[in-house]
């Protein structure tokens, strides 16, 4: 059982690797996009769960299981774009008040 543990820490340790790269690009996201209301894209959000669902399916994976991890990842990640979005506004905000 140490084994099986000391193997989960270390992919979750890769994971939180990869995370920290997929929230990078929520913090691109809310650079580039113009509009707040652009930051939650629902038919976006679909595409992304179809995707990873198709990959967990390749990988013998359940395929339900997976897709409501994504919603739920996704979703984290919109309302953290959501907080860089405002974070920026409110930078350009007191910038062009001085
Ligand atoms: C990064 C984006 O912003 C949001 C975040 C998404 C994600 O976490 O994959 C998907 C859709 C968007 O609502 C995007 O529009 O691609």
């Known amino acids: ?17 990869l995370l920290a790269r997929r929230f990078g690009y929520m913090d691109a996201a809310a650079r580039i996009k113009p509009e707040r209301g652009h930051v939650r894209d629902e038919a976006r959000k679909a595409q992304v769960i179809a995707n990873v669902s198709l ?8 395929e339900d299981r997976i897709a ?31």
């Open 1 to 17: 059982m140490k084994d099986v543990r000391e193997g989960v820490d270390a992919v979750d340790e890769a994971l939180v690797r």
């Open 68 to 98: 409501r991890l994504w919603d739920c990842l996704v979703e984290e990640s919109i309302a953290y774009e959501f907080e860089a979005f405002d974070g920026l506004a409110a930078a350009e905000r007191a910038q062009h008040a001085s």
């Open 55 to 62: 990959h967990a399916a390749a990988q013998g994976l359940p």
